[in-house]
Each structure stands twice: as C-alpha cells, then as structure tokens.
C-alpha cells in the first residue's frame, strides 16, 4: 500500500521555524510528484507547496508562503522536505503530504495518495 507519512509538527512561535519531513514506504518517491497541503478549521484544502518528480523538478508555492517555506527533496532516504520559518499565526493547520505520480499541478483533486497529515500550530 502507498502511504506517506507526516512528521515535524508541532508548536512553534511567531516567527518560529519547523521542517516537516514526507517519507514514503512502498513506492520511490523519485518518480512521484509531492504536494504539501494545509486544512485550518472552516477552511478548504490549500496546496502550500507541491515539487515535481526528479526528472521535472519543478516547484511551486502558494503566494502565502512565497519567500518563507522551502520544498525539497531528499532521494537518498526518500523523502520529502517542507523547511517552515518566519511562521505566523495564520499558517495554523493540518498539513498532509501527498503523492501523485510524474508531474501535477498543485491541486488536491490532482494527487492520489494521502496522509493522516501532522499539526502545526503556530501560537504565543
């Protein structure tokens, strides 16, 4: 079974910093295109950040997130980066990774595998 698996969150400061991890068993994530979604209470799904397979390489990031959180690969242990700082109360959610496979824009109705997803609660 496909199943990728969160870790990382937490609670963090204003202006704080997290690095939540996406591993995969059962499949390589080199070939897989990643996407990192947030979900806040009363809120839709939001895609954050999403990186191509390997070969494409490709990133993107939601406006929101622009300048503050960086995506990245980690092909040796097969997984996932998502590096967080200067968080702010706002970027309060669930994040959940997810797994497509090739290249997909980063939407949620695009990607086929699901985390449980992992809390990132940003609060003074």
């Known amino acids: 079974q496909l199943q990728p698996v969160e870790s990382g969150g937490g609670l963090v400061q204003p202006g704080g910093s997290l690095r939540l991890s996406c591993a995969a068993s059962?499949?390589?994530?080199?070939?897989?295109?990643i996407g990192w979604f947030r979900q806040a209470p009363g809120k839709e799904r939001e895609g954050v950040s999403c990186?191509?397979?390997?070969?494409?390489?490709?990133?993107y990031y939601a406006d929101s997130v622009k300048g503050r959180f960086t995506i990245s690969r980690d092909n040796a242990k097969n997984t996932v980066y998502l590096q967080m700082n200067s968080l702010k109360p706002e970027d309060t959610a669930v994040y959940i990774c997810?797994?497509?496979?090739?290249?997909?824009?980063?939407?949620?109705?695009?990607?086929?595998?699901w985390g449980q997803g992992t809390q990132v609660t940003v609060s003074s």
């Open positions: 990186i191509s397979s390997s070969s494409d390489g490709s990133t």
């Open positions: 997810a797994v497509t496979f090739g290249s997909s824009p980063c939407l949620a109705l695009t990607y086929d595998y």
């Open positions: 059962g499949f390589i994530l080199d070939y897989y295109a």
